[in-house]
C-alpha cells in the first residue's frame, strides 16, 4: 500500500473487505471509571491501548476523539500519537476528530500537524469544520491530496443545536449544509473509486431527502448507540448514498469494556446489522 494512494482509495478496499463500522476512541472520564482505571494519563493509556488492541485489527476505520486526550496537555497527546501510530499498525485507518477550522493561513498549520505525512499526529484523514467558509479549508485539502490522506467535512451534524446554522437558508434557496456538501461534490469530481472529501452526516439527522447526498466520497455518520440511533436507521436517512457510509459508534462499543472479548463481540454486533441493512438496501 503506498502512503500517497488516495485516502478515498483505501477507505473503499477498507470498507469492502472489513465492513464500513467505525469504532470511536473516545476516552470520557466516566468511562475511565466505570473500567475501573484512574481518571489519570496511565488510565488514559490503558484504556486506548485495550481499544485498539481489540478491534484494530478487524474494523475497516478508528476515530480518536482529540479532545479527550488534549484535556490531559502534551502527555495526553502523547498517548494520541502513540494510538494513531498502533492502530495504523494494526490496519485500519485512523479518522483524527479534532474539528479543526480557522481561517486560511492559520488552516496550513493545523494542516501540517494532522496531514503531512512526516507530522507526528499524521492521520488518514482530519474531521474539519467549514463553518468559517469552506474556502478556509482549502490549505487542509492541498495537503490531504498531497499526501494520501482525506478530511471530514461537518455538513449536517448529529447533534440538536446544529440546525440553527446547518439548515440555514442561503440567498440563492440553498441551505448551508447542502451548499457543504456541493463544494464535497465539487472536490470529488472524476475520483474513481471514491473521493477523499468526505461529508459528516449524522445518523440521527433524520430524513434528507430535500439534501443530494451523492458526494461522490465518504460519508462519516455518528450516532449510532449512545446518540440514539440504530443501524435500522441507516437506510432512511441516507437513501441511495448508503453505500458510501461509514456509521461511527464510541460509547455503543466502549461501554462494553475493559473486557476485550466483550468489546470485539460489540463491534462485532454493531458491524453484522450495518452490513445487513446495506445488503439489504
Ligand atoms: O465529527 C464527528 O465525529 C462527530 C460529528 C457529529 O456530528 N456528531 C458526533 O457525535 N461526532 C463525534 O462522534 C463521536 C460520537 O460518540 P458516541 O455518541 O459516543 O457514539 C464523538 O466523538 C463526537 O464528537
Redesign the pocket.
Known sequence: MSPLEPFGARLRRAMDERGPLCV?I?PHASLLVEWGLNDDVAGLERFSRTVVEAVADRVAVM?P?SAFFERFGSRGVAVLETVVREARVAGTLVVM?A?RGDIGSTMAGYAEAYLHKDAPLFSDAL?VSPYLGYGSLGPAVGLARENGAGL?V?AL???PE?GEVQHAMRADGRTVGATMLAHLAAENAGEQPLGSFGA?V?ATVGDLASYDLDVNGPL?A??????GATAADLPRVFGPALRNVVP?????V?RQGPDPVALRDAARRFADEIRDVVADA
Not at 455518528?222 to 446518540?227: E, S, T, Y
Open positions: 470511536g473516545d476515530k476523539q476528530d474539528k474531521t471530514f461537518l451534524t448529529s447533534n446544529g459528516v449524522g462519516l455518528p450516532g449510532v448507540g449512545a446518540q461511527n459508534v464510541s460509547r455503543g466502549l
